[in-house]
């Protein structure tokens, strides 16, 4: 997964069946051992997250994008200083917010996500664990890794993507994407696990391009956004994403001191497969974002689960020396 963070956080983890398996069937696999990242939260995101993340899970320039959709204004507008992606590492405990017919009895976790501002692009990675047990008392451990290089014009990202279940590894991608400008087209090169080439669609957009739009979009009173997205945890391409930002509001006093002059609100990102004939989409999730793309209070829907996240732990790396 990474949570698309949504900095994408990069989680996204996506499921190949929609349910578990009859509790009868003892010798089967339940299908969520069948999972890949998608922010993020990362994105994250991304992991988002994916574990896209934070696949946002992750300005360019909402002016020149082509597929943005569905704007309305909020009664706020807030004349803070320009949203940006600052070097941090968060540490969050992950626990089980709900599970549909009890399919996953317990669930717990951890998601720890770290961006370097490297002066002429931003260094990401997300490592993600995540402990299931079903209604039969079978135990599962899935862990993600998410890293990448993203340029701060948009346009390249280098990323790395490996998924394990228990100790076997499920998924690994590598590769480079590179558009003709943030918000345009290109294409995206894996080595990993096979060489092929896969055409992103105009309007595409990279995890912290991605991020920093959504800010944007927010700190200038918008309340919807649709792009696609390309992060680096699906081979498919990129996939649509589809943003509601909500209850935007000025600075507060935060548990973390470095947090409490910045604006902040509810950011819900949805991720649908372009070629999906359904409406319901691939993978979702919330959270709360400041205008520094650092996200707290994190809900990554599953679909037969949604893990809750929590900033744990928390540290603002010092700017760069360029």
Same mark, same amino acid.
């Given at each position: 997964?990474?949570?698309?963070?949504?900095?994408?956080?990069?989680?996204?983890?996506?499921?190949?069946?929609?349910?578990?398996?009859?509790?009868?069937?003892?010798?089967?696999?339940?299908?969520?051992?069948?999972?890949?990242?998608?922010?993020?939260?990362?994105?994250?995101?991304?992991?988002?997250?994916?574990?896209?993340?934070?696949?946002?899970?992750?300005?360019?320039?909402?002016?020149?994008?082509?597929?943005?959709?569905?704007? *309305?204004? #909020?009664? %706020? @507008?807030?004349? &803070? $200083?320009?949203?940006?992606?600052?070097?941090?590492?968060?540490?969050?405990?992950? =626990?089980?917010?709900?599970?549909?017919?009890?399919?996953?009895?317990?669930?717990?976790?951890?998601?720890?996500?770290?961006?370097?501002?490297?002066?002429?692009?931003?260094?990401?990675?997300?490592?993600?664990?995540?402990?299931?047990?079903?209604?039969?008392?079978?135990?599962?451990?899935?862990?993600?890794?998410?890293?990448?290089?993203?340029?701060?014009?948009?346009?390249?990202?280098?990323?790395?993507?490996?998924?394990?279940?228990?100790?076997?590894?499920?998924?690994?991608?590598?590769?480079?994407?590179?558009?003709?400008?943030?918000?345009?087209?290109?294409?995206?090169?894996?080595?990993?696990?096979?060489?092929?080439?896969?055409?992103?669609?105009?309007?595409?957009?990279?995890?912290? *391009?991605? #991020?920093? %739009? @959504?800010?944007? &979009? $927010?700190?200038?009173?918008?309340?919807?956004?649709?792009?696609?997205?390309?992060? =680096?945890?699906?081979?498919?391409?990129?996939?649509?994403?589809?943003?509601?930002?909500?209850?935007?509001?000025?600075?507060?006093?935060?548990?973390?001191?470095?947090?409490?002059?910045?604006?902040?609100?509810?950011?819900?990102?949805?991720?649908?497969?372009?070629?999906?004939?359904?409406?319901?989409?691939?993978?979702?999730?919330?959270?709360?974002?400041?205008?520094?793309?650092?996200?707290?209070?994190?809900?990554?829907?599953?679909?037969?689960?949604?893990?809750?996240?929590?900033?744990?732990?928390?540290?603002?790396?010092?700017?760069?020396?360029?």
């Amino acid at each position: 997964m990474p949570v698309r963070h949504p900095n994408g956080i990069t989680c996204r983890c996506r499921k190949e069946q929609p349910r578990l398996i009859a509790s009868d069937e003892a010798s089967s696999t339940p299908d969520w051992l069948f999972w890949r990242p998608a922010a993020r939260p990362p994105m994250i995101m991304s992991t988002t997250t994916r574990v896209r993340r934070m696949r946002l899970p992750a300005a360019v320039l909402i002016a020149v994008m082509t597929p943005l959709t569905a704007w *309305a204004a #909020t009664p %706020a @507008v807030f004349n &803070a $200083a320009a949203p940006t992606i600052a070097g941090h590492r968060a540490t969050y405990a992950l =626990g089980l917010k709900s599970s549909t017919d009890q399919g996953v009895l317990a669930a717990d976790g951890s998601m720890t996500y770290d961006v370097t501002d490297a002066c002429t692009g931003w260094t990401t990675s997300q490592h993600l664990i995540i402990n299931l047990t079903d209604r039969d008392g079978r135990e599962v451990r899935m862990v993600s890794d998410y890293a990448t290089f993203e340029t701060k014009d948009g346009s390249k990202l280098t990323f790395h993507t490996k998924q394990m279940t228990d100790q076997t590894v499920t998924e690994q991608l590598d590769g480079v994407a590179v558009l003709d400008r943030s918000g345009g087209h290109g294409h995206a090169d894996f080595s990993a696990p096979e060489h092929k080439r896969v055409l992103l669609p105009a309007g595409t957009m990279l995890p912290n *391009a991605h #991020t920093l %739009a @959504v800010l944007q &979009a $927010a700190m200038t009173g918008k309340r919807f956004l649709a792009v696609p997205l390309f992060d =680096g945890t699906g081979s498919d391409g990129a996939q649509d994403s589809f943003v509601t930002i909500e209850n935007w509001h000025g600075p507060r006093t935060e548990k973390w001191s470095s947090l409490s002059g910045l604006p902040s609100g509810r950011v819900h990102v949805a991720f649908f497969d372009r070629d999906q004939t359904t409406e319901m989409p691939d993978y979702e999730i919330g959270m709360r974002y400041f205008n520094n793309g650092v996200a707290d209070d994190l809900a990554m829907n599953f679909g037969d689960f949604v893990m809750a996240g929590k900033l744990d732990q928390f540290e603002l790396k010092n700017g760069p020396r360029c």
